[in-house]
């Protein structure tokens, strides 16, 4: 049956190369569509790790140019007590520029056992930064006074990071590495649920937090604050004439992670529907031509239906016949298109996992199946009606 | 003949209706595609409003700075370097120095507004030919003074100030202080990211002290002027000699790049000397084209072949009474590009309908994407392609046809 089939599309190999060669660009463009979609997708799946409801984020700038480490701890010790005291704060962390949904992004290395992983982010934040967030602490503990003097700094992982550096095994008192030679020791304390700092559709990435020290207050640039819900615009104004009163020198913004996160969010559903949009489009467009010369080819090959039916054969299985062959076409250039999809795991191009780029593949071998099932199906029932009689009599 | 051809054609393309529609569908589809990708591309690069000297202007918006160990960094530059190293060539008419816009807020009766603003020296208003719907920009003196004045934007204007007709001469407040409002100033999209600020202060005003910081990089873009376009290389050799005779800012680095481009370069730079921006962006519409156009072409193709294997019997008469095969070609082909302008024509009305609802949905504020001349232009030269390679292969198919065998398979 197969063999019988294999030769009818050899005998017209010219037209069906033609046919093929679109079914696997259509293939690639939707392996590359849905590749873009199922890593997304997997990032939505994964939850927030924080409550950006009621932050804010406050930017400052060089409020105070002093070089007296004391003055410059005391002078913002007494605007974070300012803040404090307002009964619609619950809580504030000064911390480093690269705030959730921000665009500004600090990365190094943390290794252990010689394990190094580039491109982590680093993250300086203060003891009552995770309350501030809503985080969620899954070991350990997150920093307290009494990392202050410790001879090796302290630090919290995130659960990606854990997952990289020590696997299934013990995190809490290990020393990790933040250099290729051994000189940046840390202590984990801490591991937490991986907070998504880049949208619901961004990975969290790995992440290792820092205390901040005395002395880091020079080049901080950021306050997170958790407000109640009672906190409104007539608040907000009040809260940014009191910063704006204090730091005299420096330009003040407020602005919330609800907000934010609109945005960020946004810069990545853009690309995602216009991609979306031409696939589509590219798709139907594929259909329509698949359709109209399924049905041509099918209305040249009269005689031949006939003279099937003529010795017997049922419509069915005539129809199935003209299905099955444009099954095997797909086929065959699905499994060329499979051969260049599948380097990309292989070869782990965009640093993207493995699973993604195979569902990705899965998911387009599908769909391009049922395209080609559907644009045969209708010319096939067509082909399952033709009288003998009249299809013989024609030529 | 071209008119006989046009005959046949239309005879053609109302013989098989679906046919006829895969294939305008598939047309007219790509180009509005390719066409608002243009428009976009067009506005982006090609809108010179405020800057419309860019002829003869050079943009320098960033520097790297090599470490010994091999590592980098980069970014805008300081007002420090850009007053003092790019202010002394001798090229250069005009240097407008601005810095990146930033944000802070007000609040106008509890009611918040995000304020982008924007620090400028006097040069940068001669430079820039900003629309003024009211008043005018501030002058050196004003600037020199550290007077406390401001441009602001259409919308800022509207958002602060409501509906009224003039508000020269009357005081915004914002970052908690208040500026006397100089001049109002057509809105500038935020893709424009060199030119765009809501309200526009003069650099001296500045509450971090820009004079005094002498590091080579900072928050602000520089733009040289030329005397003439003709000036223009003369200026961009004489900043990059500039940048060579540069002294390193401390031991820790041991190059320094920086250079003064034309607008689209400066606009897509990356800051990394290894990466071109321009081959980068380059290569991504490229590919984004080829593909959206390439499954289009294959699918013309399959549906000509087809369509051209019907009319075997008129070809086969055509070559009995001594048609030549490149006649015939030629009349394809030709019967082609008269389908795929159809499909343009449709593309570009498509392409109007997409247009307008996209700049009703105001995806970027201020970004109004228009069809100019340029945009349709490429439209048909798109076409002109399309109809040109879905051709030429069906009909040299065709024209290899044997005539007893086209005669007879009618």
Known sequence: MFKHLFKLIWNKKKQN????????????????????LVYYYNNYKKPMGMGYQNVWVVSYNNALQTKNTDSLDTYYETLRNSIKGMPEVNDLSFCSDNVPFSANTWTGLAG????????????????????????QLLEG??????????????????????????????????????????????????VIQAIKAKGDYAAAGDAVYHRIDTGSFRWLGKIIIQVTPAANAAFEARLYKTLANYMKNSNVEIEHLVNKRKDINYFTLVPMIVLSIVGCFLVINVALGLFGVLWYNINKRRGEIGLRRAVGATGSSVSNQLIMESMILATFSLIIGSFFAIQFPLLNVFDLSAGIYLVAILLAIIFIYLLVFLCSLYPGRQAAAIYPAVALHEE | ???????????????????TFISLFGISFTLTILLVLTAFINKIAGDSYPDRKRDRSLYISRMQEINKTGGQSSGPLSYYFLSH?????????????????????????????????????????????????????????????????????????QQYFGDVPSVVGKYIEADNVKYRVTGVVKNVPIT??????????????????????????????????????????????????????????????DKIYSHADPYI????????????????????IGIFALLVMLLPTLNLVNINITRIMERSSEIGVRKAFGASSVTLVYQFIVENIILTLLGGLIGVILSFIAIKVLNGMNLIPNLVLSINFTVLAIGLL????????????????????NVVTALKAS
């Open chain 2, 1 to 19: 003949m071209l008119k006989n051809y046009f005959k046949i054609a239309i005879a053609v393309l109302r013989r098989r209706k679906f046919f």
């Open chain 1, 141 to 190: 503990r997150w920093f307290n006074k009494n990392d202050m003097a410790t001879k090796i700094p302290s630090v919290v992982i995130n659960n990606e990071l854990r997952e990289k550096l020590f696997g299934k095994g013990e995190a809490i008192g290990k020393i990790i590495d933040e250099s290729d030679d051994g000189k940046n020791k840390k202590r984990v304390v801490g």
């Open chain 2, 192 to 253: 424009s990211y060199m030119t765009y600020g809501d309200i526009y202060l003069p650099y001296t005003v500045s509450k971090s002290d820009v004079r005094k910081d002498k590091s080579y990089r900072g928050g602000f873009f520089g733009v040289l002027l030329a005397k003439s376009s003709a000036d223009v290389p003369r200026m961009h050799d004489e900043y990059q000699s500039m940048i060579d005779r540069l002294p390193m800012e401390s031991k820790e680095f």
């Open chain 2, 265 to 284: 370069v400066s606009y897509v730079d990356t800051g990394n000397e290894g990466k071109s921006g321009v081959m980068i962006v380059l290569t991504t």
């Open chain 1, 17 to 36: 190369f033609l046919l093929m060669s679109e079914m696997l660009f259509s293939f690639l463009v939707l392996f590359a569509v849905f590749s873009l």
């Open chain 2, 382 to 401: 798109i076409c002109f392609l399309f109809g040109l390679i879905s051709g030429v292969y069906p009909a040299w198919r065709m024209s290899k046809l």
């Open chain 1, 112 to 135: 252990y056992n010689k394990h190094n992983y580039s491109n982590v982010n680093m993250y300086n934040a203060e003891d009552s930064y995770l309350k501030t967030l809503n985080g």
């Open chain 2, 85 to 157: 190293y790019a202010s002394s060539l001798k090229t250069p008419v005009k240097v407008g120095i601005s810095s990146i816009f930033s944000g802070t807020n007000t609040y106008v009766n509890n009611k918040k507004i995000a304020v982008n603003y924007k620090y400028t020296n006097d040069a940068y208003w001669d430079i820039m030919e900003y629309d003024f719907i009211e008043g005018k920009a501030f002058n050196k003196q004003q600037v020199d003074n550290g007077d406390k004045v401001a441009v602001i934007s259409e919308d800022m204007k």
